[in-house]
Structures are given as structure tokens and as C-alpha cells.
Nanobody, 126 residues
Framework: QVQLVESGGGLVQAGGSLRLSCAAS????????MGWFRQTPGLEREFVAAINPSGGSPNHANSVKGRFIISRDNAKNTVDLQMNSLKIEDTAVYYCAAKRTSSTFYFVGQGEYDYWGQGTQVTVSS
């Protein structure tokens, strides 16, 4: 059983930056593909970024490509999301997710993930 705890959310002005971090415990972190998703009230949870177990093949949704960067540190059991040039439409609760896999793949579907964090609020103001 993997536990995921997100941190780093908050209030930021449009154009600013935030760095989210997700700390994992309870499992062999390097055996998990990791992802970030976000959700706004009334909308479905959407894919933001994903990375494979070794840290290769980072993948980002088109809406954040060029602004957000996912990375992981398997020695520290963390996965981060660096968010730059934030827009008002980035406002959401951001969730970290983990999927146990023996592959080198990343995963973009929320149904593919086994474990979820509690979420951290990111609010971008004008």
C-alpha cells in the first residue's frame, strides 16, 4: 500500500510559478509510474503530466506543455511538478497518483492508477 502526500499548493498571481511535490511511502517507489492530475468543481479530473518509473519519458498534457515540468527523485521517493507561467485556468486541486508497473511506460488515464494523494489546491489570481 502506497501513501502519497502532496504539498506546495497555494495562491499565486497569473504569470507566477509554483512547485508541487508528492512524497511517497509504503512501497518500492522505483516500481511505480507517477502522474499528476487536476480537477476543478463540476469537471472531470484531467491528466496533467506523467513519468515512468525510472524518470524517463516525461509526458505533459498539451494545455501545460512548455510551462509545466514533471520530474522525480527515486532516492527521495518524490515526484515534483514545476509550474511556470501560471494561468487563471490552471486553478484546480492537483492530485498525485501512482501505478505499480514492471514496464518502462508512463500512463495518462486516471483509471490506470492504483493510488492517489489527497490533493493540494492551486489558485491562480489575476
Amino acid at each position: 500500500q502506497v501513501q502519497l502526500v502532496e504539498s506546495g499548493g497555494g495562491l499565486v498571481q497569473a504569470g507566477g510559478s509554483l512547485r508541487l511535490s508528492c512524497a511517497a511511502s509504503g512501497g518500492p517507489f522505483s516500481s511505480y509510474a507517477m502522474g499528476w492530475f487536476r480537477q476543478t468543481p463540476g469537471l472531470e479530473r484531467e491528466f496533467v503530466a506523467a513519468i515512468n518509473p525510472s524518470g524517463g519519458s516525461p509526458n505533459h498534457a498539451n494545455s501545460v506543455k512548455g510551462r509545466f515540468i514533471i520530474s522525480r527523485d527515486n532516492a527521495k521517493n518524490t515526484v515534483d511538478l514545476q509550474m511556470n507561467s501560471l494561468k487563471i485556468e490552471d486553478t484546480a486541486v492537483y492530485y498525485c497518483a501512482a501505478k505499480r508497473t514492471s514496464s518502462t511506460f508512463y500512463f495518462v488515464g486516471q483509471g490506470e492508477y492504483d493510488y492517489w494523494g489527497q490533493g493540494t489546491q492551486v489558485t491562480v489570481s489575476s
